[in-house]
């Protein structure tokens, strides 16, 4: 059972999924169960995976018993096995708190939706295991078209807002299977790892055509993570969609293209090549800088809370794109830890904006007013989230920040440092105006707002249970994930230290 | 006349980076839906092509071996071989293997075609995905021209 561990992430998932197909139209009590019971299997077996990365090193699982380069294998290391524990466990919580949330804003479809999830689910752990490069660009399209159904069930607007992501989303896979197609040409091989023994072995380093793999391989996987300005399909899918979608969805499916980033850069194309011969970093460490502002200032604009949070996830991106491209051995220490964090932060405030939009209705800022009487753990579990997004110690935000602060020193991008204290900045500005509207209660009410007001007097009450629990402990998560920073960067700095990322510029 | 040659000699990718823009132009440019999902199918056609050119070698067949290339001593003694089975030696896997002779350049590479059927597959889902969400959006809007859609937006705002 214990060498089946890779496998058995992604197939519980999977199995669960047809089974629910099957079984849950008619049987709708059945769904939810079934549902945690798989991400619970996942979550176990992702435990189990990181054990054994953490003392045997890197696990190859192969499918079928056929070695890698004809075969297809997932292939587990220090950063997959992280990320992978990340995805499940926040696709675990989410499914916690869907368990009213989907009943009541998808009523007629339970059993379709949670089959989408899991299929989705399936899909972001395979990108995360899978040593295939053209298997990521299959598992890239299953988890794609699943999310543009799961965004499309909400309203009216989610529906024209999934058609874009739909165009968007196809165009970036579509570049980054053109991608693959160049890099076969070159080496004759789909395995991740045998492209790059190839690569080392031809001597193709210098070759055009690794380059154009490159750079088709890049903007694909910018589309798809919505680095800005490729982001215009972001905003409007997470905010219009039914909440627990964009509780899945946004703090996964950016996360996780960040890790194919990662991937293809230090496995698949090696750092020599990404960083030393390419010389771009400058270039793109700008371009974050770029995004990281321009989001962040977007976010201050908006008054809807999903979509403020929707543009901080887009300022996120930049914040690891830039980290990652500082070419430095912190700045990708900094960026691989801040994948798990964010994960977390934003899986946090997307809880929270799911909870007041179930109780209120309502999208704007201003449905939050007087929350603190009334709904006092949500908003515990909130205030730990907007601490982590700003980056107050001692959250996991605080360390992530910290660490890609002190790669952009050190590799002297000051840009960037800059960059991302103004984006803190900015972030204390944003939540601090939520606590100030949430604790600070009711503004005068305009007009005719009497008869609302009484409403909202005794409307909100304290979230139930199902919702509550997944909120505090993704908010006590992140406490740990904080605390316990060095064991999380221990394993980080364990992968990344063997590609010698520092010494090579020197 | 040298460019000529050039254009000629990769005939293939020149074509399918055409297409492809045709198609990215229509799925950018476009204003109505079906339009659009029309361009992003051109544009996952010119992908295939490209693939499918990369197995082509000149002068090759199909990558399939026929039976008397496998057992060239038994040709026409098939149906003998049939009834008297158990008399007649069976050669095995590996021996079959080494008495082959196959020249790998006669053959097409079947492997990037194969992974076509899976981006065909893809194709077809992304579109049937896009043509039904198309279908919504004319029930909730009552048009797929883009620019009316967004008008009944602001409108109703």
């Given at each position: 059972?214990?060498?089946?561990?890779p496998?058995?992430?992604?197939?519980?998932?999977?199995?669960?999924?047809?089974?629910?197909?099957?079984?849950?139209?008619?049987?709708?009590?059945?769904?939810?169960?079934?549902?945690?019971?798989g991400?619970?299997?996942?979550?176990?077996a992702?435990?189990?995976?990181?054990?054994?990365?953490?003392?045997?090193?890197?696990?190859?699982?192969?499918?079928?018993?056929?070695?890698?380069?004809?075969?297809?294998?997932?292939?587990?290391?220090?950063?997959?096995?992280?990320?992978?524990?990340?995805?499940?466990?926040?696709?675990?919580?989410?499914?916690?708190?869907?368990?009213?949330?989907?009943?009541?804003?998808?009523?007629?479809?339970?059993?379709?939706?949670?089959?989408?999830y899991?299929?989705?689910?399936?899909?972001?752990?395979?990108?995360?295991?899978?040593?295939?490069?053209?298997?990521?660009?299959?598992?890239i399209?299953?988890?794609?078209?699943?999310?543009?159904?799961?965004?499309?069930?909400?309203?009216?607007?989610?529906?024209?807002?999934?058609?874009?992501?739909?165009?968007?989303?196809?165009?970036?896979?579509?570049?980054?299977?053109?991608?693959?197609?160049?890099l076969?040409?070159?080496?004759?091989?789909?395995?991740?790892?045998?492209?790059?023994?190839?690569?080392?072995?031809?001597?193709?380093?210098?070759?055009?055509?690794?380059?154009?793999?490159?750079?088709?391989i890049m903007?694909?996987?910018?589309?798809?993570?919505?680095?800005?300005?490729?982001?215009?399909?972001?905003?409007?899918?997470?905010?219009?969609?039914?909440?627990?979608?964009?509780?899945?969805?946004?703090?996964?499916?950016?996360?996780?293209?960040?890790?194919?980033?990662?991937?293809?850069?230090?496995?698949?194309?090696?750092?020599e090549?990404?960083?030393?011969?390419?010389?771009?970093?400058?270039?793109?460490?700008?371009?974050?800088?770029?995004?990281?502002?321009?989001?962040?200032?977007s976010?201050?604009?908006?008054?809807?809370?999903?979509?403020?949070?929707?543009?901080?996830i887009?300022?996120?991106?930049?914040?690891?794109?830039?980290?990652?491209?500082?070419?430095?051995?912190?700045?990708?220490?900094?960026?691989?830890?801040?994948?798990?964090?964010?994960?977390?932060?934003?899986?946090?405030?997307?809880?929270?904006?799911?909870?007041?939009?179930?109780?209120?209705?309502?999208?704007?800022?201003?449905?939050?007013?007087?929350?603190?009487?009334?709904?006092?753990?949500?908003?515990?579990?909130?205030?730990?989230?907007?601490?982590?997004?700003?980056?107050?110690p001692?959250?996991?935000?605080?360390?992530?920040?910290?660490?890609?602060?002190?790669?952009?020193?050190?590799?002297?991008?000051?840009?960037?440092?800059?960059?991302?204290?103004?984006s803190?900045?900015?972030?204390?500005?944003?939540?601090?105006?939520?606590?100030?509207?949430?604790?600070?209660?009711t503004?005068?009410?305009?007009?005719?707002?009497?008869?609302h007001?009484?409403?909202?007097?005794?409307?909100?009450?304290?979230?139930?249970?199902?919702?509550?629990?997944?909120?505090?402990?993704?908010?006590?998560?992140?406490?740990?994930?904080?605390?316990?920073?060095?064991?999380?960067v221990?394993?980080?700095?364990?992968?990344?230290?063997?590609?010698?990322?520092?010494?090579?510029?020197? | 006349?040298?460019?000529?040659?050039?254009?000629?000699?990769?005939?293939n990718?020149?074509?399918?980076?055409?297409?492809?823009?045709?198609?990215?132009?229509?799925?950018?440019?476009?204003?109505?839906?079906?339009k659009?999902?029309?361009?992003?199918?051109?544009?996952?056609?010119?992908?295939?092509?490209?693939?499918?050119?990369?197995?082509?070698?000149?002068?090759?067949?199909?990558?399939?071996?026929?039976?008397?290339?496998?057992?060239?001593?038994?040709?026409?003694s098939?149906?003998?071989?049939?009834?008297?089975?158990?008399?007649?030696?069976?050669?095995?896997?590996?021996?079959?293997?080494?008495?082959?002779?196959?020249?790998?350049?006669?053959?097409?590479?079947?492997?990037?075609?194969?992974?076509?059927?899976?981006?065909?597959?893809v194709?077809?889902?992304?579109?049937?995905?896009?043509l039904?969400?198309?279908?919504?959006?004319?029930?909730?809007?009552?048009?797929?021209?883009?620019?009316?859609?967004?008008?009944?937006?602001?409108?109703?705002?």
């Open positions: 059972m214990i060498d089946q561990s496998a058995i992430i992604l197939l519980a998932p999977f199995l669960l999924a047809i089974l629910l197909a099957l079984l849950g139209i008619k049987r709708e009590w059945l769904c939810f169960p079934l549902v945690i019971t991400l619970a299997i996942s979550v176990a992702s435990v189990v995976t990181l054990m054994r990365v953490i003392d045997e090193g890197t696990i190859q699982y192969l499918f079928g018993g056929w070695e890698p380069p004809f075969g297809i294998n997932l292939r587990v290391d220090g950063l997959n096995a992280l990320v992978a524990l990340a995805v499940s466990t926040v696709s675990l919580l989410t499914a916690i708190y869907s368990k009213r949330a989907v009943p009541a804003e998808t009523s007629d479809k339970v059993s379709q939706f949670y089959t989408l899991l299929l989705s689910v399936t899909g972001l752990l395979g990108i995360v295991l899978t040593g295939d490069a053209f298997n990521l660009y299959v598992l399209e299953i988890s794609a078209l699943t999310s543009y159904a799961l965004i499309g069930m909400g309203s009216k607007r989610a529906t024209l807002a999934a058609y874009k992501y739909l165009i968007m989303g196809t165009i970036g896979a579509s570049f980054y299977l053109l991608g693959v197609g160049y076969y040409i070159k080496t004759g091989s789909l395995n991740m790892y045998d492209i790059q023994e190839q690569i080392v072995a031809n001597d193709l380093l210098g070759s055009p055509t690794i380059l154009v793999a490159f750079i088709l903007v694909g996987v910018w589309i798809k993570m919505a680095f800005f300005p490729l982001h215009a399909w972001l905003p409007n899918s997470y905010t219009f969609g039914p909440s627990t979608t964009s509780t899945l969805l946004g703090p996964l499916v950016t996360k996780v293209m960040i890790y194919v980033m990662i991937r293809m850069i230090l496995t698949v194309f090696s750092p090549f990404a960083f030393d011969q390419l010389d771009w970093s400058n270039i793109i460490v700008w371009m974050s800088v770029i995004a990281i502002l321009a989001a962040s200032i976010a201050l604009a908006q008054t809807s809370l999903q979509k403020m949070l929707a543009f901080l887009i300022a996120e991106v930049g914040y690891m794109v830039g980290g990652v491209w500082l070419a430095d051995e912190m700045g990708i220490v900094g960026s691989i830890y801040h994948i798990i964090a964010d994960a977390f932060m934003t899986l946090c405030v997307f809880l929270f904006a799911g909870i007041i939009f179930t109780k209120t209705g309502r999208r704007d800022l201003s449905a939050m007013e007087g929350l603190f009487t009334k709904m006092p753990l949500t908003m515990v579990g909130f205030l730990v989230g907007a601490f982590s997004l700003i980056g107050i001692p959250t996991a935000g605080f360390f992530s920040k910290w660490y890609l602060i002190q790669g952009g020193i050190s590799s002297g991008h000051y840009e960037y440092v800059a960059a991302l204290l103004i803190s900045l900015i972030n204390a500005v944003l939540f601090f105006r939520i606590i100030e509207i949430a604790y600070f209660g503004k005068p009410a305009e007009g005719h707002g009497h008869h007001e009484e409403e909202r007097k005794d409307g909100p009450t304290e979230a139930s249970f199902s919702m509550l629990f997944p909120l505090l402990i993704t908010a006590a998560l992140l406490i740990g994930i904080g605390l316990y920073n060095q064991e999380v221990a394993i980080i700095t364990d992968f990344v230290s063997q590609f010698n990322i520092g010494a090579t510029i020197l | 006349m040298e460019l000529l040659e050039a254009l000629s000699a990769k005939f990718y020149w074509i399918y980076v055409i297409i492809m823009m045709i198609g990215l132009y229509a799925m950018i440019s476009k204003n109505n839906l079906v659009k999902l029309i361009g992003m199918s051109i544009f996952q056609t010119a992908i295939i092509l490209f693939y499918v050119s990369i197995g082509v070698k000149e002068g090759d067949t199909i990558p399939i071996l026929y039976h008397d290339q496998v057992h060239p001593s038994h040709g026409d098939h149906h003998e071989a049939d009834t008297g089975h158990g008399e007649d030696h069976h050669p095995s896997h590996e021996e079959i293997v080494a008495n082959l002779h196959i020249e790998p350049d006669d053959f097409a590479n079947p492997l990037p075609h194969v992974l076509m059927l899976t981006a065909i597959v194709g077809v889902a992304t579109l049937g995905v896009g039904a969400l198309t279908q919504k959006i004319y029930r909730d809007f009552g048009s797929i021209e883009e620019n009316e859609i967004l008008e009944s937006i602001k409108s109703a705002k």
